[in-house]
């Protein structure tokens, strides 16, 4: 692998520390997955060691090394912040985009230096980043949503309806639309105007993790228990259920594959994978698994599994083969 010639050791980044009295994640969805502590749940990308949060001061880096699954000093690129959820690169590919409470960190991945850094009036939830990588989205500890411009960190328009936390916001292929869900058990569509445009609720409680597909024509819904449900978008309906598998959590999340094939969701009971065509199952991994992501050329579908370290799997929808690294 070609490193980056300016991430030849591990680089730590100045993080923005949250507010006292940090909201946890806990409670149902804790006592659903023991073995994750309440920062693994509000934090992915978290791996238990590098970052803490303690309610009276907020989050402080603990000393830690990079190693690899063989136990080995991991020399290739890597950096930590102070909060560890990044969530997207820049459509330019030049910069890696941030989360933590206090707002996003926009980072220069040519010298690992901050860009810009969005201030958010509250605590944030979740962020998501427009196709063209102009617009942020982020949700708010009050239930709102908020889209700000880039540029120019300009507060374009507050999204009001949902009345409880927003966990997972997503934007249209397109761009032209933002989809949001909540504890509230509705999924919501807004134009960029900050307009609402539809509400429908694909599942019976709680909707924890949504993906869209790459013609924008289906919603993926995980619920808190049951099947994911596959929604059609254009006449709003529920398309089908799809059996095995049960529930999902806050970190859940699904994702289709580029040509529109697949769709993958990590749920409670470990990481599934459907035929869109037919809903039918065509692989599953009983595994802790914190995320998961097709590559763009749709070769690879890349997991983690907490209860190996995070380790990263690779595997091939063409044969359902799994390469670990």
């Known amino acids: 692998m070609d490193h980056h010639p300016h991430l030849d050791r591990c680089s730590v980044i100045p993080g923005r520390l949250p507010g006292r009295g940090s909201p946890w994640v ?131 328009s507050t999204l009001e309806g949902h009345l409880d936390i927003v966990y997972k916001l997503r934007f249209s292929p397109s761009g032209d639309r933002l989809y949001s869900t909540s504890h509230d058990s509705w999924v919501r569509v807004w134009d960029m105007q900050g307009n609402l445009v539809q509400s429908f609720q694909p599942v019976s409680g709680e909707v924890l993790g949504i993906g869209i597909s790459p013609d924008g024509n289906r919603l993926a819904a995980i619920p808190f228990d049951g099947p994911v449900v596959l929604w059609d978008l254009v006449n709003n309906q529920k398309q089908a259920d799809l059996i095995s598998g049960t529930g999902g959590y806050d970190t859940s999340d699904a994702v289709f594959s580029p040509d529109g094939q697949y769709v993958a969701a990590d749920l409670a009971t470990g990481l599934f994978v459907w035929r869109v065509e037919d809903g039918e199952l065509v692989w599953d991994e009983p595994s802790s698994t914190m995320t998961a992501t097709f590559s763009p050329d749709g070769r690879y579908l890349a997991y983690s599994d907490f209860a190996l370290g995070n380790q990263v799997f690779l595997l091939s929808p063409d044969d359902f083969q799994t390469v670990k690294f």
């Open 26 to 156: 806990g409670g149902d969805h804790a006592r659903k997955h023991p073995h994750r502590s309440a920062y693994q749940h509000a934090n992915p990308y978290s791996n238990g060691d590098k970052t803490q949060i303690y309610p009276d001061e907020g989050a402080r880096t603990e000393p830690y090394a990079h190693r690899s699954p063989g136990g080995d000093p991991f020399t290739g690129p890597c950096f930590t912040v102070r909060e560890v959820i990044p969530f997207t690169f820049s459509p330019d590919n030049a910069r890696i985009l941030v989360r933590s409470m206090a707002g996003v960190q926009v980072i220069y991945l040519e010298t690992l230096e901050e860009d810009t850094f969005l201030q958010a009036p509250q605590n944030v939830y979740y962020a998501a980043l427009s196709p063209n990588g102009e617009t942020l989205a982020w949700s708010l500890e009050d239930y709102t949503i908020q889209l700000v411009r880039i540029a120019d960190q300009a507060m374009l």
